[in-house]
């Protein structure tokens, strides 16, 4: 599974292509396949996004993850302090599995 990843261009928050638009929950992610690196270039060349790429990504029983640990706290936060996920509100936050 290839998903992609970047930043948004105001705010820096790291950002996660849907198949037609960059969410900011990686759950949203979607498998961008063979399309991918096409995908990054359109979307960096129409100045939607800050230096988008492409990582590896498993779905799991929580939805898609990144497969590497580095885009794994990207995508949920901090590992040590569930208060300060991208959803602190969130129950499930200091149970997710980075």
Sequence with gaps: MKILTGNDL???AVTWWTGYDWSLHVE??????AEAESIAAREEAARRVNAPYVIAGERT????????IK????ALGPTV???LTLKPADPEAGNWVI
Excluded: N
Aim: avoid cysteine; charge should be positive.
């Design 81 to 83: 302090r569930p208060d």
């Design 10 to 12: 105001k705010t820096g």
């Design 28 to 33: 949203d992610a979607i498998d961008a396949g």
């Design 71 to 74: 885009d794994r706290i990207r």
């Design 61 to 68: 029983e929580k939805g898609v993850r990144p497969a590497h």
